[in-house]
């Protein structure tokens, strides 16, 4: 069944990464803060970004900081890569590498959509998990748009595994070309379940980008708690 269900994986994957989209237009539409992407949709070759995204409870027993430093490339418009290093405090819980692309825009250019594969080994479990998920944008006019990420937490096929879906939505408001305004709500069922609530703020300075914002976490069984989450950003 596990290399049967590697097999079936590994096809699909190819299939939807194998060929980079051709190069194409898209809206522009901001990243949420705590479900990143890999690169917009409408990214173009040779772009290179690093990041960090930094969470911490503000309340409950678990007050460690979460933090992912991560690196970003468009190796072809449209597709892209990431390296990314999950730690807690200063010990590594997890590898991550992510895959994206981009498959098409409709609506005359307004919305745009494409898949992203992420990849995950637990260093102190074990155990690789994969994540594919669905994404859709649209833009509404000049200020108003939505970026929603729709997806599975284990595409592996692996018996025994426990599949969540995963529902990620943000609607933006761009204040002005630096500042933008956003609200996020993360959900995901499963053995891991919880709800995510960030609003949050986007300004850009140049090629350095800041995304903050203070929000509620809700885990299965405990009541909502507020979360304090901070991402840097370096275009290269």
Known sequence: ???TGRLAFSTMALMLFGVPAAAQTGPDIPEPMVFDMIRPLTARAGEIEVNTLAQRDLTGPRRELEWAPEVELAVADGFAVELELPLINSRVVQYKMGLQKRLGTFRGGRSVHGVQYLGLHDREEGGWTSTLLWLLGNRFGERWSTMTMLG???VTLREGNETGTIINHSTFYDVNPDTVLGLELN???GQGAYWLLMPQVHRAIGKLG???GVG???ARGE???PRLGLRLIREL
Request: charge should be positive; proline fraction near 0%.
């Open 210 to 212: 800041v995304q903050g």
């Open 216 to 218: 509620a976490e809700k």
């Open 187 to 189: 959900r995901q069922n």
């Open 1 to 3: 069944m596990f290399m």
């Open 223 to 225: 009541r909502f708690r």
């Open 152 to 154: 599975v937490g284990d």
